[in-house]
């Protein structure tokens, strides 16, 4: 067990320092990366796509990757919005990594581009310990996933700097309890902001768009208290990720297995697909 923990420390902490350069060089030629997390289904990809139609409404030079495990139907569905697009397949591997990103912007991202949106895998757990060298970090639920989804998933709420409520057009169907969704979000990570959307009825459209600026100007984004814990705590930021693994289950056991047997979490081959932007 000491040996997998070790192991998994020294993955997160090459993942880590692979993410602060890339943060830096985007940052220096003004790309703001935008990492968003969630569960499958939960409405991310259709309020992106709404996003970055809004954003090339605004002239807003933006762009977006996004990742999965096996299709292409959430690329196809975000190059309708006419912006760059392009498609990461994992091959199985529940999150991307600062490294894989980084290989798969370079030669493709526009050097104007302003925002970077970032569709991780549909996942809560395996992507919370990874940072990408995003500016910002959104997790997004949906009204169907229950009040108790932050507490169920401490990291991936607690280190976020925004939550989006999705699917809020059928929040009285489902009766979402609104107030006990944002008591849960606050015990995790006091302070956040919580904005509650519809892609269908175009509810709190643009307010991502607008955090995601003003975290490019850097100004008005929550640091949550789990993140300054880290830092205070663990150098490199080592220690704390493993909490993550210890007390969040999902794919926990074929991490730990790869992590034993040497594998690096760096994908080999993930297929990559530019898909055709729709004027």
Not at 55 to 82: F, H, P, Y
Not at 209 to 226: C, E, I, N, Q, W
Request: glycine share 8%; proline share 4%; charged share 25%.
């Amino acid at each position: 067990m000491c040996r997998m923990v070790d192991l998994r420390q020294a993955v997160l902490a090459k993942n880590d320092a692979t993410a602060q350069v890339l943060r830096t060089e985007l940052t220096a030629r003004g790309t703001t990366v935008v990492n968003l997390l969630s569960s499958p289904g939960s409405g991310k990809t259709a309020l992106l796509e709404r996003e970055l139609l809004l954003a090339r409404e605004r002239g807003v030079a933006v762009a977006a990757l996004t990742a999965d495990l096996a299709t292409e139907n959430d690329a196809v569905r975000l190059a309708r919005s006419g912006v760059p697009v392009k498609q990461v397949l994992t091959d199985g591997l529940c999150h991307l990594e600062a490294a894989m990103l980084g290989r798969h912007l370079d030669g493709w991202l526009p050097g104007d581009t302003r925002l970077l949106f970032v569709e991780n895998v549909g996942n809560l757990v395996c992507p919370a310990g990874y940072d990408l060298g995003e500016s910002l970090r959104v997790v997004l639920a949906s009204v169907t996933e229950g009040e108790d989804k932050p507490l169920k998933y401490p990291t991936a709420f607690g280190l976020a700097q925004l939550v989006v409520v999705t699917k809020t057009d059928i929040a009285g169907a489902v009766e979402f309890d609104e107030a006990a969704f944002r008591a849960n979000v606050e015990q995790v990570n006091p302070g956040v902001e919580v904005v509650l959307t519809s892609a269908r009825a175009g509810t709190g459209l643009g307010v991502l768009l607008d955090r995601a600026l003003a975290a490019g100007s850097g100004t008005g984004t929550h640091t949550p208290v789990m993140a300054r814990q880290q830092q205070a705590h663990a150098p490199g930021h080592d220690h704390d990720h493993d909490h993550e693994h210890d007390h969040e289950h999902g794919h926990e056991h074929d991490h730990d297995e790869d992590l034993d047997q040497g594998h690096d979490h760096e994908h080999p081959h993930p297929h990559v697909h530019t898909v055709a932007q729709t004027r």
